[in-house]
Every structure is written in C-alpha cells, then in structure tokens.
Nanobody, 115 residues
Framework: QVQLVESGGGLVQAGGSLRLSCAAS????????MGWYRQALGKQRELVAQ?????STNYADSVKGRFTISRDKNTVYLQMNSLKPEDTAVYYC???????????WGKGILVTVSS
C-alpha cells in the first residue's frame, strides 16, 4: 500500500504562483510514474502533469509553459506560475505501481485562483 499526502494549496490571485507537494509513504519501492490530476466543479478529473521514475514529463496543453513538475525520489512537486481562474480545482496526487499498474490517490487539495 502507498499513502499520498498533498500540501501547498490555497487561495491566490490570478497571475500568482503556488507550489504543491506530495509525499508518498508505505510500500514505495514499486512506484513508477507520479503526477497530478485536477477536478474542477462539475467537470471530470483530468491529468495536469506526470513524471516517470526516469524523469520524463508530460503536461496537459492547458498548463504547458506555466506549470513545472519535479520529483525527488518519492516526493513530487508541482510549481504553478501565472495561475488563471480556470486553474481552480481540487488537485490530486497520483502514483502508479509498476508491477500491478495500481493507481494510488491522495485525498486532494483545493487550489482557488481569484480574478
């Protein structure tokens, strides 16, 4: 089992920045990719950014050039710059176990961007 705990969310004005962190604990040796998803009110959960254990990254088109994902072993970060009101959502940390392809999720953290 893997536990994921997010931190760093909150309220910020448009154009501002926030940094999200997610620490994995438990049986972490089997973790492959880690990433961030978000779900806005009334919308489906969507991938924001993902990073593999080898450091390869993937971003949603809507955040390219503004968000940066990074990773230090089993902690993943999301640096969010030039935030827009449409970035308002609950952000979920995600980790994928390589052998089983099981997805683990954090409880989510709210990011609110005011206009």
């Amino acid at each position: 089992q893997v536990q994921l705990v997010e931190s760093g969310g909150g309220l910020v004005q448009a154009g501002g920045s926030l940094r999200l962190s997610c620490a994995a604990s438990g049986t972490t040796f089997g973790i492959g990719a880690m990433g961030w998803y978000r779900q806005a009110l009334g919308k489906q959960r969507e991938l924001v950014a993902q990073i593999t254990s080898g450091g390869s990254t993937n971003y949603a088109d809507s955040v390219k050039g503004r968000f940066t994902i990074s990773r230090d072993k089993n902690t993943v970060y999301l640096q969010m710059n030039s935030l827009k009101p449409e970035d308002t959502a609950v952000y979920y940390c995600n980790a994928v176990e390589i052998r089983t392809m099981i997805h683990y999720w954090g409880k989510g953290i709210l990011v609110t961007v005011s206009s």
